[in-house]
């Protein structure tokens, strides 16, 4: 029963992840930008949560209210201001601006904020759970999981049934034709981002309620992402979610075996699928 | 010229350093076919590129209905009307026929061409709609690179070596439907290396070599002659 416990924990964990992996996949999808500072603005969302819960005392989940579409906004603005410049044939530049701007969320968070450890208070909901055949499930592990699997299918039907999805695809498979089109490629990209920042809220304010947080938590965030992409392969969002629900139990089963094993457990895991399967599971792109 | 819908003057096109264009002048006059021949490198898809905005180009040097439009993004044109059938079709790989064909609509311009006009032009499309565009034969994919850009109901397009690479046979129903495509009033520009075929769809020739406009002339008014000499620069 405790591994089938570590197995379910660990799926639900993983809809966590395929969060903070879904924009980053989007991105790279859409604009092929590697956008190392994901991560930190997965806290930047949740110190934003933070700030508008102890402004006006509402939950943190009505707090996704305000933070999704100053999130989108940021991201259409950085997009149009900043990363379209460092768009082109080399993937160097924006991963050196993307670094960069790491760097400045993490220091203008500390500035903001300090470097003491914070946390979004959501009621009881963070230690509510219920009992199901035998196994225990929290509340919040469940909901995040729920929130996970619609925003994926919110994704993949903006992509494939919209306007908007159709654009995506066009300019991701050749921007000069797509121009030709009436597409303008950096309103495109512009409103891409938005759409990956409003998802990264949604995972900031998760991250915040489930566990404690600081301005240097980013990195780690931005690995699981990462290793959550590439395990379910570039470009396919079920496939992040499937790559997200795996790193998730090989942590937990990880911790099973040794408390100490739980972060190892799921980057050995990434290895092993990157080295026996270099494309992920379900490729729907190359790279 | 009051009449002419499009005109390049002393137009000069760059990649770096080097200059695919030397001041090329040319008009294309409302409602008429023109063709634009020319040896392999002689600037024709640079030129191509430069009327659609692909390629930058200095401010005065091409207008459309008499505005400046030297300046403006790829996308901003399309908007103004001018569609392109680019060479080698560059269907979107990912997205169905359909959806090709839909993404031509996005400009947003009213006229007579939507999915049922070009289903009509071209049944197989019909039946052939959710397929991935990338499954279809070349000619298939032509008719869907041809429709992609009659749906945002231009009054210029251009034809980008449209039978580079197809058939024989198709080449042929391909021009055979281009009358009908290019009536009510649209002209178009028709760039081709079968010099035959060109001639017979338009009113009018350009013949580029090495970045110059080397002939120009009625399509039933040059000789041959005229043409190998323009063709290949040979004295």
Same mark, same amino acid.
């Given at each position: 029963?405790?591994?089938?416990?570590?197995?379910?924990?660990?799926?639900?964990?993983?809809?966590?992840?395929?969060?903070?992996?879904?924009?980053?996949?989007?991105?790279?999808?859409?604009?092929?930008?590697?956008?190392?500072?994901?991560?930190?603005?997965?806290?930047?969302?949740?110190?934003?949560?933070?700030?508008?819960?102890?402004?006006?005392?509402?939950?943190?989940?009505?707090?996704?209210?305000?933070?999704?579409?100053?999130?989108?906004?940021?991201?259409?603005?950085?997009?149009?201001?900043?990363?379209?410049?460092?768009?082109?044939?080399?993937?160097?530049?924006?991963?050196?601006?993307?670094?960069?701007?790491?760097?400045?969320?993490?220091?203008?968070?500390?500035?903001?904020?300090?470097?003491?450890?914070?946390?979004?208070?959501?009621?009881?909901?963070?230690?509510?759970?219920?009992?199901?055949?035998?196994?225990?499930?929290?509340?919040?592990?469940?909901?995040?999981?729920?929130?996970?699997?619609?925003?994926?299918?919110?994704?993949?039907?903006?992509?494939?049934?919209?306007?908007?999805?159709?654009?995506?695809?066009?300019?991701?498979?050749?921007?000069?034709?797509?121009?030709?089109?009436?597409?303008?490629?950096?309103?495109?990209?512009?409103?891409?981002?938005?759409?990956?920042?409003?998802?990264?809220?949604?995972?900031?304010?998760?991250?915040?309620?489930?566990?404690?947080?600081?301005?240097?938590?980013?990195?780690?965030?931005?690995?699981?992402?990462?290793?959550?992409?590439?395990?379910?392969?570039?470009?396919?969002?079920?496939?992040?979610?499937?790559?997200?629900?795996?790193?998730?139990?090989?942590?937990?089963?990880?911790?099973?075996?040794?408390?100490?094993?739980?972060?190892?457990?799921?980057?050995?895991?990434?290895?092993?699928?990157?080295?026996?399967?270099?494309?992920?599971?379900?490729?729907?792109?190359?790279? | 010229?009051?009449?002419?819908?499009?005109?390049?003057?002393?137009?000069?096109?760059?990649?770096?350093?080097?200059?695919?264009?030397?001041?090329?002048?040319?008009?294309?006059?409302?409602?008429?076919?023109?063709?634009?021949?020319?040896?392999?490198?002689?600037?024709?898809?640079?030129?191509?590129?430069?009327?659609?905005?692909?390629?930058?180009?200095?401010?005065?040097?091409?207008?459309?209905?008499?505005?400046?439009?030297?300046?403006?993004?790829?996308?901003?044109?399309?908007?103004?009307?001018?569609?392109?059938?680019?060479?080698?079709?560059?269907?979107?790989?990912?997205?169905?026929?359909?959806?090709?064909?839909?993404?031509?609509?996005?400009?947003?311009?009213?006229?007579?061409?939507?999915?049922?006009?070009?289903?009509?032009?071209?049944?197989?499309?019909?039946?052939?709609?959710?397929?991935?565009?990338?499954?279809?034969?070349?000619?298939?994919?032509?008719?869907?690179?041809?429709?992609?850009?009659?749906?945002?109901?231009?009054?210029?397009?251009?034809?980008?070596?449209?039978?580079?690479?197809?058939?024989?046979?198709?080449?042929?129903?391909?021009?055979?439907?281009?009358?009908?495509?290019?009536?009510?009033?649209?002209?178009?520009?028709?760039?081709?290396?079968?010099?035959?075929?060109?001639?017979?769809? @338009?009113?009018?020739?350009?013949?580029?070599?090495?970045?110059?406009?080397?002939?120009?002339?009625? @399509?039933?008014?040059?000789?041959?002659?005229?043409?190998?000499?323009?063709?290949?620069?040979?004295?």
């Amino acid at each position: 029963m405790d591994w089938l416990n570590a197995i379910v924990q660990g799926t639900l964990l993983g809809g966590l992840y395929a969060l903070f992996a879904a924009g980053l996949s989007l991105i790279f999808g859409v604009m092929r930008l590697v956008n190392i500072a994901h991560g930190d603005l997965i806290v930047l969302a949740a110190y934003l949560g933070l700030t508008v819960t102890t402004a006006t005392g509402i939950h943190p989940l009505l707090a996704l209210a305000i933070v999704v579409p100053v999130m989108a906004a940021i991201g259409y603005v950085l997009q149009r201001s900043l990363l379209n410049q460092t768009l082109g044939d080399d993937l160097l530049p924006p991963l050196l601006v993307t670094f960069g701007l790491s760097v400045i969320i993490q220091n203008a968070l500390l500035e903001g904020y300090t470097a003491d450890p914070q946390k979004l208070s959501a009621g009881g909901l963070e230690t509510a759970s219920f009992a199901l055949g035998g196994l225990t499930l929290g509340v919040l592990p469940v909901l995040t999981f729920a929130i996970a699997i619609a925003v994926i299918w919110g994704l993949q039907w903006t992509f494939y049934q919209t306007a908007l999805g159709r654009a995506f695809r066009a300019v991701s498979d050749n921007q000069d034709i797509a121009q030709l089109m009436g597409l303008n490629r950096r309103h495109i990209f512009g409103l891409a981002m938005a759409l990956a920042l409003a998802v990264t809220a949604v995972a900031g304010i998760l991250l915040g309620i489930r566990t404690s947080f600081d301005p240097s938590i980013g990195g780690g965030r931005l690995i699981f992402g990462f290793e959550a992409v590439i395990i379910g392969g570039l470009g396919n969002l079920w496939g992040t979610l499937i790559g997200g629900v795996i790193l998730g139990v090989a942590q937990t089963i990880g911790a099973q075996i040794d408390p100490g094993w739980q972060i190892l457990a799921g980057h050995i895991a990434f290895l092993i699928i990157l080295a026996v399967r270099p494309n992920g599971l379900f490729p729907r792109i190359s790279a | 010229m009051p009449d002419a819908i499009l005109s390049m003057t002393g137009l000069d096109a760059h990649y770096g350093d080097f200059q695919a264009l030397y001041g090329v002048d040319m008009h294309v006059d409302a409602g008429e076919v023109l063709a634009i021949i020319g040896a392999n490198g002689a600037g024709k898809t640079t030129l191509m590129r430069s009327i659609t905005g692909l390629l930058k180009n200095g401010p005065g040097q091409i207008s459309h209905d008499g505005a400046d439009i030297g300046g403006l993004r790829a996308d901003e044109i399309a908007l103004r009307g001018i569609a392109m059938v680019p060479e080698g079709r560059q269907l979107f790989p990912s997205l169905s026929v359909k959806e090709n064909l839909m993404i031509g609509a996005q400009v947003g311009r009213k006229g007579p061409w939507d999915l049922d006009a070009v289903y009509k032009l071209f049944p197989i499309l019909d039946e052939r709609k959710d397929q991935q565009s990338t499954s279809l034969s070349g000619g298939q994919q032509q008719m869907v690179a041809i429709g992609r850009a009659l749906m945002s109901n231009p009054d210029l397009i251009l034809f980008d070596e449209i039978s580079l690479g197809l058939a024989p046979v198709i080449i042929k129903d391909i021009y055979r439907a281009l009358p009908g495509i290019i009536g009510e009033g649209m002209s178009a520009i028709i760039v081709e290396q079968d010099i035959t075929k060109a001639l017979s769809v @338009s009113s009018r020739v350009y013949c580029l070599q090495e970045g110059r406009v080397s002939l120009e002339g009625g @399509s039933d008014q040059i000789s041959r002659e005229e043409i190998s000499r323009a063709y290949f620069g040979i004295e």
